[in-house]
């Protein structure tokens, strides 16, 4: 059992099987880009390994489980890329929700539409020289990527242009992540907010469940910090740092440490025993 899950996780594998042990039910979250699916080039380019989907499509079909992927891609973009049936996914960062086959969008979110769609036009000319450097937008908020842009200059070209575009507005604000800077509306929501929201929503009133989150980047560490102590907060390569408690090197660890959980893991929730499947007097 223990060759099956990630050096950096096996070292806390009696602190995870207690956890489990401890709870009524798991709530398991996950990012998308760098996290489940290995960072491209391009956006468009980005594929869930199969195995990964079938990883989630199991877990998915647990009884006290629930799953939910949590990105900053926009919410159909991420939905096609998963193409899972049955689990919550979280747009835009949390802006967007889709759970119970009902899409909500933050109210604010909605409103900065427009001027979204406005500074992703005057980004686009700005940027139409800056070789490798494009704008993804995302409905209610816009990621202006320059991981192909190849010089220095060309770089603080892109940072110099999104400055500009946002200071006039006191509507958007501007937040980095791996090789993009992303427009948003300036709202107290994030990654963070979406996954208290998501348990709460989720978890019956009268259990406690596991929350696990994982993921790789800056915005990543709102959610990370949202997780109560009991949580478990799974941080996938080594930068940025992190307020995440534990560790794994890349994407393919985390199809490492789902495969786990539905082989193994999941047969510890509530108490239960690994060899019978039922619960411990
Ligand atoms: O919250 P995430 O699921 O991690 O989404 C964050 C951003 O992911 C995408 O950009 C990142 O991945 C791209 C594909 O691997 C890569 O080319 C880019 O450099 C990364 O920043 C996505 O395109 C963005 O819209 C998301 O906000």
Known sequence: MTDQVPESLRTNLYVLVNRLRDTDGLLAMFDFDGSLAPIENRPEDVELPPATRTALEELRGTEDVEVGVVSGRGLNDLRERV??????????????????????????????????????????????????????????????????????????????????????????????????????????????????????????NDETWLPLYVGDDRTDEDAFETLPKSGLGVKVGRQPPTVAGYHVT?????QTVLAWLVEYGVGFLGGKSLSTGTRNP
């Open 83 to 204: 193409g899972i049936d049955g689990i919550t996914y979280a747009g835009n960062h949390g802006l967007e929700l889709y759970t119970d086959d009902e899409r909500k969008v933050h109210p604010v979110a909605k409103d900065s539409e427009d001027e979204i769609t406005s500074l992703s036009d005057e980004l686009e000319s700005e940027l139409a020289d800056v070789d490798g450097a494009f704008v993804e937008n995302k409905g209610v908020t816009a990621s202006v990527h320059y991981r192909l842009v190849e010089d220095a200059e060309g770089i603080s070209a892109v940072q110099k242009a999104v400055e500009n575009a946002v200071r006039e507005s006191d509507d958007i604000r501007v937040t980095s992540g791996k090789q993009v800077l992303e427009l948003r509306p300036d709202v107290e929501w994030h990654k963070g907010r979406a996954i208290r929201w998501l348990y709460d929503h989720h978890v019956p």
């Open 250 to 254: 890349n994407p393919s660890s985390v």
